[in-house]
């Protein structure tokens, strides 16, 4: 996309010098595949404009992950070395933190549906001649952008945890983190969609995200739990993503069988043990169902 | 890009990219007992008219008249419980999408976002709505100059003032070189002078574009600016024509003199002229056709001294005095405030 053309670029074969007050007419065409396309394109990129002109956001959703990581971390860590059996709380927490640091950036784009139509730009957007689709589409796409990079940021702090950086758990990391923001953008956006005012969506957001990860499993193991807890451990989608996280993490550290025992038992269903690509696919297959879900809610707003 | 014209010359009335010809082919909105019903509340109570193309088109009411609920539906944005309409040769509610490529809309309340400066709201609007990209930075170019504000268009909108941002909005809704431009309030909230210079814009557009524009207001002076101004109340048209037809419709023009014995001069009035006039704010006051050629007459034929004369004509507000009753201000402070309110609580609650 050219951004910095002028006048003269307009006519390509028309008069060589055009008159000032030329008028250059545009015309919209029919809807088609393309249009939807540049659509999606750029709700995504207002996303990630938005994102880099509010830095203070990048700051502010971190703060809370990295007071679990390092605060509870260090803080639990005399407590809890007997049943570590050696390794550092803080690097068994930090697979839960890359899903929820994800997760809370997540959940703030989508807040930006609230935020618009409060301030009257979801109109602008809503009036377009394009699918209600791509508007949600876009923006699911531009939450899971910008988390990804809040992502990366989490990332970048393996090694103050003692995690090797290794290209290949890199790259796991970051797909499966990609793939919880879609989930958690789009399951974000449905509710959204319902929501009139800031102040009731940062309610409800924190009656689910709370909830949501402190019962996944990322600060505690997810065996021998109280029947109770198990149960809402499993129906817990969060699980399914901190569960294979883990997993990928612990598999490029050299810990003893005992420790991976205790500390990466993993999930069973009913005694069963769900392999990690499965839960990938519970991640995935939630997030395309909320997706459709937000979009079939979209579509029938005025 | 086969259908984009780039020309100085006014375009001759086309239809764009081969669409269904209009009902009549000169009409740019033309509507048909048009209603809507928010549950009990009877907002539109069946509307008929047309725009010509090229047309400024006024609406005129007081708030709650049900003005912003009839620009809404032919903007696709409500669907109407009865009647129908076409806008740009497209119906409202079958071609919902034909009708959207074809038109601009700036809304009562601002739809732009602040983090973004002028320009990328402008692109994000361009490219919403497919406007071919090789044409976007000259037209940008051009609406930003129109209303202004291009050489602040690196600006970030929050920067911006009221004025400004309703400009921007202008100019954005211009963007995709709509044929019908519809304006809901275009200068509400703003100062007189910001006013006047967006419906300086407005006619300047006119002058420049093959557009119709449709807008709202309730201030009686911007009508003037109309070409045909329809009078809304209780979600009905009450009167439609041109201003100046309107205002002589409601009779004579108001003269008033100031003489040293009042009592003499109206009995004068009545013997030599047949005319009935009284005393109002401390001047004999009398109404008649074409003041201005009475009163050569009048100083003539009198036969006594006038120490100082005024015509005035009738405004719109006698106008809407006439078919209302009550005057546009009146009309707003009582009950259409208090429908408004319910109104709104529907709307919000029901719509979105």
Redesign the interface.
Known sequence: ???????E???PG?APA??P????????????L??EL??I??VWR?EL??FR??RMRMVTTLVQPLLFLFVLGSGLQRLSSAGTHGVSLKTFIYPGILCIAVMFTAMFSAASIVW??E???L????????RRSSIVIGKCLGGATVAGIQGVIVICLAGLVHVPYDPVLILGVFGLQLLLAFAITAFGVMVAVRI?QMQSFMGVMQMVVMPMFFTSGALFPASGLPGWLTVLNRLDPLTYAVDPMRRLVFSHLTISPAARRALDPGITWWGWHVPALLEAGVIVALGLVMLAVAIWEFSR?? | MPDLVTSSEPMATTTRDGAAPPATPTAAIAVNGLAKNFGEVKAVRGVEFEVATGEVFGFLGPNGAGKTTTINMLCTLVKPSAGSATVAGHDVVRERDDVRRNIGLVFQDPTLDGYLTAEQNLRLHAELYGVQSSLVPARMEQVLTMVGLWDRKDHTVATFSGGMRRRLEIARGLMHSPRVLFLDEPTIGLDPQTRRSIWTYIRELKEREEITIFMTTHYMDEAEWCDRIAIMDHGQIVALDAPATLKAQVGGDRVAIHTDDDQAAIAALDERFGVEAGVAEGAVTFSIPSGEEFVPRLFAELGMPIRAVSVSRPTLDDVFMSYTGTTIRDAEEDQAKHRNRVMMQMMTGGRR
């Open positions: 996309m050219s951004t910095t053309t002028t006048a670029h307009t006519a028309a055009p008159a007050r030329e008028i250059v007419r545009v015309s919209v065409p029919k809807r088609t393309t249009s540049r659509a394109r750029i207002r404009i938005r002109a509010d618009d139509r301030f009257g730009f109109r602008e957007m809503m009036v377009a001649p394009v009139k707003t005025e």
